[in-house]
């Protein structure tokens, strides 16, 4: 018994003193209309040269708030002015995470429920009487719907002593209010205010998942307008439309990121002229809606089965399909279902790697590479020859009419489906690398899910030839017109492959365009050897034959001499040519001279920029607009990885060429469509002078 | 080339609606129509060769009753006697704070002794948003062309206490001088202060 007494009064005896010094580090609490409001020292007894938090601590009624540094459309913020002996001083509030409070249309920016404002307050080392009075007058505005003012004065007196005391009370409050704080992150971020928009660009340390953002300096932002919030790695760009009452920005801001790890707080300085300007162009936006977007992939899917590349092989795959029995069209489909969507997110993977390790890399980074050039050049010329009937593969690709009974299962379709989208990847950059390189500006997740939509896409028929009975019933009958179609289907790779040998020739030169050819020889070869091994028509030896050419093969392009730098140097530039090449240096000296200057990101592999060049801007009227407004036109190469260029496309938040932009003196920078017509440029031009 | 076009075709569409027309000074001043307190119907045109104030009120808002201390009714008193239309505005909601009556407007203006020229009811919001209105009060000087000179705060101090008034620039009553001169008001955009319009 008497150790029960012992240990009760064990407990209570500590308690008890802490109720007594909780008392002195608060001012007690004061009620105004709808809240209630105390200021706490995190000490209640202080020494001379010590800092320490204040805090003022609010507990609105439920649904009533007070207000940020910027209160947004309206409101208030809370001030305080301290009174306070000579020797002490007290620093501005350090603001929690706002919370946004939206009253469409109209948006604010406070705290609803618990809040707590920290002060640091500062006594200088040689303050010599034995306490402190504080004395605070606090200002604030509560709001629910409607409004209250309210002012109250709040006094707190701590003893300085050789020793500090902590008030344990409190400490839980003050590690909640500093649990509330926006983490500082030492980043370096611009932030520019041209064109009716703030926008900013933050290089983050690592890439972060941004939903929101708050600017603190107040009638900057149109604070209830949509936010644009693009991260291309760890490159974020912010842009938000001006406030109506905007009149002049601050040359340093502070603003605040929601992440989904918690909130942080950056320091942006004001663009200086001159400086590269940061666009949230109109092209690529992050806040499509996801469905939207996975439903685009995927009917881009569909059409990547017309194109040169993929459809030969996978018309006859089609075929084949149809020939077999009911129960293995649907393991058919399936499993090839399965190689395509796996071989789409393998490559995603691949992509999304090269960049988190820093590699400056956009789709169409297949196509930048002259060595996978002519991998691909070698993969589509023997897909031809097969066609051709030169050489049967193994992968149930070719199991038309003929050899029904070699149908390979699983594992063929499966294969079948890794190989359609190895023959498509060529395809995909000219023509889907914008919207592809979009989707790997995206978080990880969000690009794995486009490439699993694009897959299924381009899965779809052979998903509904082998689900649903009626659509395999209306494919024609299998017969001997199959074998002829099939060599007929041979030209289109064969047409692939020399486009591709053309891509190559302009990335490495002529020299090693001819050694590729050689290879392609040993390609043909060795295809025609292995095709009489098949018929039994040729021994072991020629086998051996066919493997050290197909080694030969791929030798060919590592052996070949590296492309002349002279090449595509301006020493070369011809007279008549109407460009010249696009340099970081080049644009910015012409645009610091007041020059009009367009700018086109091009590719040889990029069939829309090819187009684009060929019916819109190498045209006589064209030249005519950019001689008569006097426009220097610069062209900037993406054949191969240029990590200048891919930084220039990052900044118009692109992810693969083309981009054009144009830039008129005094006017925001312009990013014309990605499908050009005729008049585009001049009718751009003309209502670009127009402007005052 | 599809995907793009309606990838595109669809963020175009989105950044058009998030950049719709701004309110700017210089620029002529939207057009209205409002009824008043005693059911008359009024016009931004029936004033063209006036210059025109208008006012966004709730009477219960502390920021406006800051003003109705006497600051507000003065302005109204000087500006009216200058030929100046003045037009205080409620666009509070029905069953919103400062939703009234047209009785109730007319015996708080003469309870308060204000000299509106009328008091004009937006009880659905279509003025307030054409003039991108965001608080109570929030003023705007429109001149004889029916060219928008001024829009924004009442004055520099954003405070619910009257003490202020005497201590802050009176950028609206700067403003509307200088465009009774015949000048261009500086500044011409302000930041406005006060409880959101109730809409």
Redesign the interface.
């Known amino acids: 018994m008497p150790k029960l007494i012992l240990l009760l009064l064990c407990c209570l005896l500590p308690a008890s003193v802490l109720v007594g010094q909780a008392q002195a580090a608060s001012s007690g609490w004061q009620s105004a209309s709808h809240l209630q409001a105390e200021l706490v020292s995190e000490y209640q007894q202080v020494v001379p040269g010590q800092r320490l938090q204040l805090a003022l601590h609010f507990v609105p009624d439920p649904h009533w708030h007070t207000y940020w540094q910027n209160p947004g ?4 913020p809370t001030t305080l002015s301290w009174q306070l002996p000579q020797g002490v001083s007290v620093g501005d509030i350090r603001w929690p995470t706002p919370q946004a409070i939206a ?4 948006m ?1 920016y406070g705290f609803e429920g618990q809040t707590i404002l920290l002060s640091e307050l500062s006594i200088a080392p040689d303050y010599s009487a034995d306490s402190i009075d504080i004395q605070l007058q606090a ?1 604030w ?1 509560v ?1 629910e ?5 309210a002012e109250a004065q709040f006094s707190l007196i701590l003893p300085v002593a050789s020793q500090a005391i902590a008030a344990a009370d409190y400490q839980p409050l003050f590690a909640e209010a500093v649990a509330r704080l926006p983490q500082p992150l030492s980043v370096q971020g611009q932030f520019d205010v041209s064109g ?2 703030f926008s900013a660009a933050i290089t983050l340390p690592e890439a972060k998942s941004i939903s929101g953002f708050f600017v603190a300096a ?2 900057l932002v149109d604070h209830a ?2 936010q ?1 919030i693009s991260l291309n790695g760890n490159q974020l760009l912010l842009q938000q ?1 001006l406030n ?4 002049s920005a601050p040359t340093q801001l502070e603003l605040v990121l929601l992440a989904d790890d918690g909130a942080y707080s950056v320091q942006l300085q004001q663009a200086v002229q001159a400086s590269t300007e940061i666009l949230v162009t ?4 992050s ?2 809606a996801l469905w ?2 996975l439903l ?2 995927a ?2 899917g569909l ?1 990547l089965n017309l194109m040169p590349c993929v459809f030969p092989v996978l018309s006859l795959k089609a075929l084949s399909i149809a020939a077999n029995s009911q129960q293995q069209h649907k393991r058919d489909a399936v499993f090839y279902s399965l190689g395509v969507v796996l071989s789409f997110v393998t490559l995603a993977l691949v992509l999304i790697t090269l960049r988190s390790a820093g590699a400056a890399v956009g789709w169409g980074f297949q196509l930048q590479n002259p060595y996978l050039v002519a991998l691909l050049v070698y993969l589509l010329f023997a897909l031809g020859l097969s066609l051709s009937g030169v050489v049967q593969f193994g992968l149930g690709l070719m199991n038309s009419g003929s050899n029904l009974a070699a149908a390979k299962g699983s594992k063929g379709s499966f294969f079948t489906g890794v190989l359609a989208v190895v023959v498509a990847s060529p395809c995909t950059a000219p ?2 690398g ?2 592809l390189g ?1 989707a790997v500006g995206q978080s990880a997740a969000v690009a794995l899910l486009v490439f699993v939509a694009l897959g299924l896409g381009m899965a779809l028929p052979f998903l509904l030839l082998g689900l649903v009975p009626g659509f395999a019933r209306l494919l024609p009958r299998p017969g001997a017109w199959m074998d002829t179609l099939k060599q007929w289907l041979a030209y289109p790779l064969y047409l692939s492959a020399v486009w591709l040998l053309w891509v190559y020739g302009r990335q490495s030169g002529v020299d090693a365009q001819a050694m590729l050819l050689i290879g392609v020889v040993c390609i043909g070869a060795a295809c025609w050897l292995w095709g009489r091994k098949q018929l039994a028509q040729a021994g072991i030896v020629s086998m051996v034959i066919a493997l050290l050419l197909l080694v030969l093969a791929l030798a060919m392009p590592a052996l070949a001499p590296a492309p002349q730098p002279a090449v595509k140097s301006p020493t070369q530039t011809n007279t008549n040519q109407h460009w010249q090449p696009w340099s970081a240096d080049t644009l910015q000296q012409l645009r610091a001279q007041g020059k009009p200057v367009l700018v086109n990101m091009t590719a040889d592999w990029c069939i ?1 920029c090819l187009v684009n060049e060929r019916v819109a801007l190498n045209t006589q009227s064209s030249k005519a607009a950019m001689a008569l407004y006097d426009v220097t036109y610069l062209k900037g190469d993406w054949t191969l990885r240029d990590g200048a260029i891919t930084e220039y496309l990052r900044l118009y938040q692109r992810d693969g060429v083309p981009l054009y932009v144009l830039y008129w003196p005094g006017q925001p920078p312009e990013v014309l ?3 050009l017509t005729p008049d585009t440029l001049s009718s751009t031009l003309e209502r670009l002078s127009q402007q005052p | 080339m599809k995907l793009r076009n309606l990838v595109l075709a669809a963020s175009a569409a989105l950044l058009s609606l998030g950049l719709s027309a701004a309110l700017q000074v210089g620029a002529p001043a939207p057009d209205f129509t409002v009824v008043d307190s005693k059911g008359n119907s009024h016009n931004l045109k029936d004033f063209a060769g006036k210059n025109v104030v208008l006012e966004w009120t709730n009477h219960d808002c502390p920021f406006v009753v800051k003003h109705y201390s006497g600051n507000m009714q003065a302005l109204q008193a000087e500006m009216t006697a200058q030929d100046v239309v003045w037009l205080s505005v409620i666009s509070s909601a029905p069953g919103k704070q400062g939703h009234v009556s047209g009785a109730k407007a007319d015996e708080l203006t003469a309870s308060r002794n204000a000299v509106p020229t009328a008091v004009v009811f937006d009880e659905s919001g279509v003025v307030g948003k054409a003039y991108d209105a965001k608080t109570t009060p929030h003023m705007y000087v429109i001149d004889k062309a029916g060219v928008l000179q001024y829009m924004g705060g009442i004055d520099s101090i954003p405070s619910a206490k009257v003490d202020d008034i005497t201590k802050a620039t009176p950028y609206f009553a700067n403003a509307a001088k200088a465009v009774l001169a015949g000048n261009t008001p500086d500044p011409a955009v302000t930041k406005p202060y006060g409880c959101s319009v109730k809409y």
């Open positions: 459309d309206s409101g208030l009253l469409p249309p109209l604010n200002d505005l709001c719907e409607i409004c209250i003012p009716g928009a107040s009638e307008a949509v644009q439309a109506t009452y905007f009149s109109q092209g690529q936006q806040d499509t939207l977007v685009m992939a009917a881009g059409i023509f889907m914008t919207a979009y829309t469509p990605q499908i």
